[in-house]
């Protein structure tokens, strides 16, 4: 089985660099795919409220029998819930469908900047964050000037900032950002939602020299970048396909070849408009 590498957070916690993202997954169908990842060897799972299948998600950690600590269990804050309030509330609601005592990381799913509640939602989660119910707080789709604000107005630097990346969108600006400010890049959408993106012949050519598949050449990619990467299948053979990446490394030409796909392009929304 693949040892996935952890990494450490800015707050000391370890993160695995390789998780299970479950966006789209029904919850009906989230116990079986979540119970086959961590057969598989996963232990980092990403759900989020809006995903609506945290329920089946935490029955498969239970079920699993595995010590809750081997777990990295990640939920998202959805934006009609943003608010001081209304955020420690929706916190209760998803650890109770998760079935969980806390959350390793809790994350605000987009900033929704003209809505302007991100500062007070972050507010609450640095109150869950000390009242230990979450071992680390973070972000997701937020650009860096929406970081620079929050920092300016809270205390607890995010541990994470979730967002789009793909071989066409490297996002090359927000990693730099978030170095700088020893904030890891957690890639959403690693394979570009598994469309077009493995059919690249850049990317083809690549998983030839190394017997891989693209999928497995992309998500190396991700992680010799430095990224956390939570690909999301519900196919048994494609799940354990992903996990399976620790044993062969790309060299400068693959790095290379990689970086001249990026064309900044977006499979998902904007952030700076999103939710507004
Ligand atoms: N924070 C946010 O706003 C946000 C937004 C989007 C996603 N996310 C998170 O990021 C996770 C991953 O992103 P994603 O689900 O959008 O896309 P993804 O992981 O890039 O791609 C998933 C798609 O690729 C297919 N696939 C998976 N492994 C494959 C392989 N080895 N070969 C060929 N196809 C493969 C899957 O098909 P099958 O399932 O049919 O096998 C699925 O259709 C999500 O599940 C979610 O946890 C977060």
Redesign the pocket.
Known sequence: MSKVPSLTLNNGVTMPQLGF????VPDAEAAEAVGTALEAGYRSI?TAAVYENERGTGQALTASGLPREELFVTT?LWNDEQGYDSTLRAFDASLERLGLDYVDLYLI??PVPAQDTYVDTYKAFEKILADGRARSIGV??FLPEHLERLMDATSVVPVVN?I?L?PQLAQAESRAFHARHEIATEA???????RGL?EVPAIAAVARKHGR?A?QVVLRWHLQLGNVV??????PS?IR??IDVFDFELDTEDMAAFAALDEGRRL?PDPAVFGA
Do not use: C, F, M, Y
């Open positions: 993202g479950v966006w789209q990403d998202k799913h987009w997701s789709n979730q789009e793909h959403w959408s690693p394979l570009g939602q598994g493995l598949t999928a939570i690909p999301k299948s519900v196919t494609r396909e992903n998902g």
